[in-house]
């Protein structure tokens, strides 16, 4: 691995410290992760929060990932979960969210209106969660006596919610945050770079025989080669040349992964419970 930054914006670390002044005053958090990387898009803070409210997972972009995995993922969430609640995926494009907000009122509190913030690290869809979770019928509201002010409050119905920015773990090593820059919730550019980035996806996708379901979209078969070389053809492929008809593999990276996490290349998950991205270190 090359360095030791990582992608940490002054905003996230302000974020996690509104979000930690809020939690006494919520009746509950949805956290939204990515159903390519259901364990990997955790987010760094929902241990920590889940021991003091009650947590309902959602699990967004349905519709890039493999189905039958899917299904592994919910029913795994589903054996630990505390309530009927505990997991739901979603397509946010095509996918009704009437069921999840008959659910969600059943927390509310007999007093007053639910309060409920929405957490994930970034580019796992939380913000087209929020968005289709309070529809058109959004409005924003100022401060709430007692609560911190500086943050984004919106009503909808009988419950109001916050949205926060998306916090990664600034803690974790480079090569995680390079893993997460696959599925775009990370800069790749900051860690190493796109090239970095891709050769290491290529390989994991070859390691764990998922290469087929992402090379046939640009007719870039399997072939029993270094990662470099792999990239090398889909640079050609592309048309990601420089002077001398040489490859530019930082654009061919960029415009590998790009296309990935976007989901041009099908839809493929990346992880099963047991089988994570990568392995987090023992304290």
Do not use: Q
């Not at 955790?42 to 189905?67: F, R, T």
């Not at 589903?78 to 494009?93: H, M, T």
């Amino acid at each position: 691995m090359s360095g030791r930054s990582v992608w940490f914006p002054g905003h996230m670390a302000k974020g996690g410290r509104k979000l930690g002044e809020l939690l006494e005053k919520l009746d509950l958090v949805i956290e939204v992760r990515d159903t390519r990387a259901p364990f990997s898009t955790s987010s760094p803070m929902i241990g920590a929060i889940a021991k003091i409210k009650p947590v309902v997972l959602v699990l967004a972009k349905k519709d890039l990932a493999d189905p039958e995995r899917t299904t592994v993922w919910v029913n795994e969430f589903a054996k630990s979960g505390a309530n009927e609640c505990a997991v739901w995926a979603f397509d946010l494009r095509k996918d009704s969210l009437t069921p999840l907000r008959k659910v969600l009122s059943r927390f509310s509190p007999p007093h007053r209106e639910l309060r409920l913030a929405v957490v994930g690290i970034p580019n796992v869809g939380k913000s087209m969660f929020l968005n289709t979770l309070i529809g058109r019928a959004r409005a924003k509201v100022g401060g709430i006596p007692g609560i911190t002010r500086d943050v984004n409050w919106y009503r909808v119905g009988d419950f109001l919610a916050v949205d926060s920015p998306g916090i990664l773990d600034h803690r974790a090593e480079p090569g995680v945050h390079r893993i997460l820059s696959w599925l775009g919730c990370a800069k790749a550019e900051v860690i190493g770079g796109h090239a970095a980035a891709a050769l290491e996806f290529i390989g994991f996708m070859k390691e764990r025989d998922l290469w087929s379901a992402v090379g046939s979209k640009w007719g870039i078969e399997e072939m029993d080669e270094p990662p470099d070389e792999t990239l090398s053809r889909i640079g050609r492929r592309l048309g990601c040349l420089v002077a001398g008809g040489a490859v530019d593999m930082e654009l061919a990276g960029r415009r590998l992964l790009d296309s990935f996490s976007s989901g041009k290349l099908g839809a493929v998950t990346l992880e099963l419970p047991g089988e994570p991205l990568w392995t987090p270190k023992e304290n």
